[in-house]
């Protein structure tokens, strides 16, 4: 595994999270984004990315595919509806849920993610690592 990378099965121990349906926590995440607002996530957000969100409906998991998010992690233990679920499901987005709030989350991961030391792991978009 590359410097920087941690698998999703590592962000949802680090997060306490749980799946929200059998996926594959195997999957190498290099970079995380977070965002409530999914215009963000379009215009800042980049290709590979997980995405820390409290906005556990259609719109994120639709936001995602269209983007290539690898998987998303729902914030203050929000569960989006079923429908939403088989829509991941279908779409081949891992979800989880954590108690976290966004802000601690997303600061454990950046912690994680600098202590392996990789550049471009998190803690800019694609426009600011230029």
């Given at each position: 595994?590359?410097?920087?990378?941690?698998?999703?099965?590592?962000?949802?121990?680090?997060?306490?999270?749980?799946?929200?349906?059998?996926?594959?926590?195997?999957v190498e995440i290099e970079s995380v984004g977070a965002a409530d607002l999914m215009s963000d996530?379009?215009?800042?957000?980049?290709?590979?990315?997980?995405?820390?969100?409290?906005?556990?409906?259609?719109?994120?998991?639709?936001?995602?595919?269209?983007?290539?998010?690898?998987?998303?992690?729902?914030?203050?233990?929000?569960?989006?509806?079923?429908?939403?679920?088989?829509?991941?499901?279908?779409?081949?987005?891992?979800?989880?849920?954590?108690?976290?709030?966004?802000f601690d989350a997303a600061g454990l991961l950046y912690t994680?993610?600098?202590?392996?030391?990789?550049?471009?792991?998190?803690?800019?978009?694609?426009?600011?690592?230029?």
């Open positions: 595994m590359a410097v920087g990378v941690m698998r999703l099965e590592e962000v949802k121990n680090l997060l306490g999270a749980e799946t929200l349906w059998p996926c594959d926590l195997s996530v379009l215009a800042l957000g980049w290709p590979g990315m997980l995405l820390l969100t409290g906005l556990a409906n259609m719109q994120a998991v639709r936001t995602a595919a269209v983007a290539d998010i690898k998987a998303i992690v729902f914030v203050r233990g929000k569960r989006p509806a079923q429908a939403v679920i088989e829509l991941a499901q279908q779409s081949g987005i891992p979800l989880l849920s954590t108690p976290m709030i966004m994680e993610m600098r202590s392996r030391k990789s550049e471009s792991a998190v803690g800019a978009s694609r426009h600011e690592r230029g």
